[in-house]
C-alpha cells in the first residue's frame, strides 16, 4: 500500500471521524479533515490528525494557494459545495471522490 498519499475528510462528526481514523491508522502521509464545530475538531487535533479546518474556504485558502492536492476525498456532507470543492482539489490525473452523506 502507498503512504504517500493525502486524504480529506469533509465532515469530522458521527460518521466523518471514522475515515479520518482509518486513513492515520493505514499510515497515509497526510490525513486532513473539514468540520465546522468546535468540539469534534479539538477531537481531530487530540486525535493527531494535524491539518483541522472550519470550513471549505480555510481548507481551499491552505490547499490550492500552496497548490496542495490530495489523492482522496471522503465528503460525509454531500452537499453540492462540497461535493465541487472535493473533487477541485483532487490530484490532477486521478484521485478518488466519495460521497458517503
Known sequence: MRTDLAVLDIGFGGLGHLGVQFGAAMGLSQVRAIEPLHAPREWAQGIGIEFVYESVEQARVDLLAEERAVSGVVDVVGSDDTASF???VLDFGGGIY???G
Open 86 to 88: 472535493g473533487v477541485e
Open 98 to 100: 466519495v460521497a458517503v
